[in-house]
């Protein structure tokens, strides 16, 4: 039974729009039965669903962190710890191109040999991906 309730806590916690959206159609349709108005169905529905949920969606939306944002607006992390490191150093220039390209190659060749190729191509996305990334910042 734990399982069960376990998985409606989560439907609950992650599918709250669906189930509110039922609910607003439920009480959309039970609403001119109790009160005896035709008209209670639509306003219902258009409260419930034309509101009320877009202003609970925005207000339940989680806030981004505010330590992942440190000056790289309109970049993405690659995800690996030491890349992101050594593009930070060298962006403050820490370090020159010639050492940047050395410790990349580095990076990359450990990374073959630790990542599994699960799909044939991860590697050479990577790359590819590393590669533009030299040439954005020699431009």
Do not use: C, Q
């Not at 669906?18 to 409260?47: D, N």
């Not at 207000?59 to 690659?78: I, M, Q, V, Y």
């Not at 820490?94 to 990374?111: A, K, M, N, P, S």
């Amino acid at each position: 039974m734990t399982g069960f309730l376990r998985r409606i806590a989560w439907n609950l916690r992650h599918r709250w729009r669906r189930v509110f959206a039922l609910l607003v159609v439920g009480v959309g349709v039970l609403a001119p039965f109790l009160t005896g108005l035709w008209w209670t169905l639509p306003l219902v529905w258009f409260l419930g669903l034309f509101v009320l949920l877009p202003v609970l969606h925005t207000l339940a939306k989680p806030l981004p962190d505010s330590d992942g944002d440190d000056g790289r607006s309109g970049r993405e992390h690659t995800g690996d710890p030491a890349l992101d490191a050594l593009r930070e150093r060298y962006a403050r220039g820490d370090i020159d191109e010639g050492e940047f390209e050395r410790r990349l190659d580095r990076l990359l060749e450990t990374e073959d040999v630790e990542t599994p190729d699960r799909n044939g191509d991860v590697a050479a996305r990577v790359r590819e991906n590393l590669e533009r990334e030299i040439e954005r910042i020699r431009e």
